[in-house]
């Protein structure tokens, strides 16, 4: 297994979930009782949609941690591009086992392969305007690190992992700091060397940029207004256009100029990708 995610154990996720599935007894009373023990499956996974892959390693590591023997053929790499009705992997081993992991190695792909297709959809938009794609920390609890992992997959940058790793100034730290640049001047006073700050109006970026901000959050601005925005800081710090961006509107903001584009939806709202497992005796 080559996996690897800063932050992320692999064996302690699929541990987890399968013990999750498998409750406090630890077991799978379907395939007990109606699989005998010494029976065998072969099996493929296929998409039903076109995708972008991502989750194969982890697919794998949920089959393996039920049966060591198992024989596993993954058949593409994540980020990879592939067509509808593509085989992803080939799988033979216990039927117990392949059956009891199935689950947990289908939600995980399907739902991360969602989010790489969704990004790859929004990357693709804005080929060619010189934006870069963000996503957000709008991840569902516990999975934060998977998720960003799979907006990797489709090519987006990710933008802060969480609260730790850089200041982000919005509407109510300001209400409460008084301003936009004492805000700012309190973050710089306490050490943090990436600041950036949600401005919802041109009249905050001065004051901003004044305290010592390090990156601008464009927040629900018009395309004209961003245009404006974009001009006025002249590439001082880096620009982030936010709020409400679709698939139908990512290209009018992203030819504005911005530095940025960031998405919520990517992790909040991606469909998960069809895809499935059949299964036959051998």
């Not at 690897?4 to 154990?9: E, T």
């Not at 013990?19 to 099996?43: C, K, Q, Y």
């Not at 949920?62 to 060591?68: E, K």
């Amino acid at each position: 297994m080559s996996l690897s995610i800063p932050g992320f154990n692999l064996d302690a996720f699929v541990a987890a979930t399968l013990a999750e599935d498998l409750g406090s007894e630890g077991r799978d009373v379907t395939s007990e009782a109606v699989i005998p023990a010494d029976a065998r499956f072969a099996g493929v996974m296929d998409t039903r949609d076109a995708i972008v892959v991502a989750g194969m390693e982890i697919a794998e590591a949920f089959f393996r941690a039920l049966d060591p023997d198992v024989r596993i053929d993954r058949l593409v790499d994540d980020g990879q591009q592939v067509p509808s009705s593509a085989d992803l992997m080939r799988v033979e081993g216990s039927a117990r086992a392949l059956l009891t992991a199935e689950r947990s190695a289908l939600n995980t792909v399907q739902h991360l392969s969602g989010i790489a297709t969704l990004t790859r959809a929004y990357v693709d938009r804005i080929r060619g305007t010189g934006a870069t794609l963000l996503d957000t920390r709008k991840t569902i609890p516990g999975l934060r690190v998977l998720e960003k992992y799979a907006t990797r997959m489709g090519r987006a940058e990710n933008h802060r992992m969480g609260l730790w790793d850089a200041a982000m100034i919005k509407d109510n730290h300001v209400a409460v700091a008084g301003g936009v640049g004492e805000a700012v001047s309190r973050a710089r006073a306490a050490g943090i060397a990436r600041i950036i700050v949600e401005v919802d109006s041109v009249d905050q970026i001065e004051p901003a940029l004044a305290a010592g901000a390090t990156h601008l959050l464009l927040d629900n601005m018009t395309p004209p207004v961003l245009r404006g925005a974009v001009t006025l800081v002249g590439g001082r710090v880096p620009t982030e256009a936010s709020g409400g961006v679709t698939l139908e509107t990512i290209r009018s903001i992203a030819e504005t100029g911005v530095t940025y584009v960031s998405v919520g939806r990517l992790t909040q709202s991606a469909p998960a990708a069809d895809i499935g497992l059949d299964f036959v005796a051998i």
